[in-house]
Nanobody, 121 residues
Framework: QVQLVESGGGLVQAGGSLRLSCAAS????????MGWYRQAPGKQRDLVAV???????NYADSVKGRFTISRDNAKNTVYLQMNSLKPEDTAVYYC???????????????WGQGTQVTVSS
């Protein structure tokens, strides 16, 4: 089994910062892309940022210059540093990872349980 566990969400005032973490555990042979998504009430789940195994990154336009995604391959962990937070960043944030469990298996997408981020004005 593979699990993704997120942490670091919470309540912060506009202009503040938070750092989210997502650790993958279980039977893991390799991890390709890792990413963060968010879903606000009544809206679809949208991509926030993604990082490849080679550390290439891509961001949603709404977070460019404010958020930074990074990963620690030794810890199977992806991070999202969020600065200059705005009320419109309020959402449940989910991490995902494309994980290959053994050499013989193809990669599958796994999701974390989500962590709430609330930005007050």
């Amino acid at each position: 089994q593979v699990q993704l566990v997120e942490s670091g969400g919470g309540l912060v005032q506009a202009g503040g910062s938070l750092r989210l973490s997502c650790a993958a555990s279980g039977s893991i042979f390799s991890i390709n892309n890792m990413g963060w998504y968010r879903q606000a009430p009544g809206k679809q789940r949208d991509l926030v940022a993604v990082i490849t195994s080679g550390n290439s990154t891509n961001y949603a336009d709404s977070v460019k210059g404010r958020f930074t995604i990074s990963r620690d391959n030794a810890k199977n962990t992806v991070y999202l540093q969020m600065n200059s937070l705005k009320p419109e960043d309020t959402a449940v944030y989910y991490c995902n990872a494309e994980i290959r469990r053994t050499f013989y298996y193809r990669a599958h997408i796994y999701w974390g349980q989500g962590t709430q981020v609330t930005v007050s004005s």
